[in-house]
């Protein structure tokens, strides 16, 4: 028996709306190294609360680590990320730095083309700002 994985060639979603302006209301957000799915800022410094939506190619543990490192410096760094837990990046690099990880439930419709073809998390490394 076959199974179809369902993949995508994107890498760039943009997020919801609802999604930025919740978790924002909650976080204050002060920086976005990565706006409108863009690859800006893994090579400078974040703000004390730093919302990122890292492109979800291989590129995706680079960002993680920039953000736990961001974090370990006192500050607050919110994910929107895959639900990828069969991942290498999730069990090497998520998990061991004790994040919060809040699952989304149902799919996210993205401005792109509709809904998410995989589930997504909010990942929350560091205390509250």
């Known amino acids: 028996m076959k199974f179809k994985q369902f993949t995508t060639r994107r890498c760039n979603w943009h997020t919801p709306k609802a999604i930025y302006d919740d978790l924002n209301a909650e976080f204050a957000f002060n920086d976005d190294p990565c706006p409108?799915?863009?690859?800006?800022g893994t090579d400078r410094a974040w703000g004390s609360s730093t919302f990122c939506n890292p492109p979800y190619g291989p590129a995706i543990a680079e960002w993680i680590e920039k953000g736990i490192l961001e974090a370990k410096r006192g500050k607050v760094v919110v994910f929107l990320l895959p639900a990828?837990?069969?991942?290498r990046w999730f069990h090497d690099i998520v998990l061991p730095n004790n994040p919060e990880i809040r699952f989304i439930k149902g799919r996210l419709c993205?401005?792109?083309g509709?809904?998410?073809?995989?589930p997504s998390m909010i990942v929350i490394f560091g205390g509250q700002p």
């Not at 409108?36 to 800006?40: K, L, N, P, T, V």
């Not at 990828?84 to 991942?87: E, H, V």
């Not at 509709?114 to 995989?118: D, K, L, S, V, W």
């Open 114 to 118: 509709g809904r998410a073809p995989f």
């Open 110 to 112: 993205f401005s792109e």
């Open 36 to 40: 409108e799915g863009g690859m800006f």
């Open 84 to 87: 990828r837990t069969d991942t």
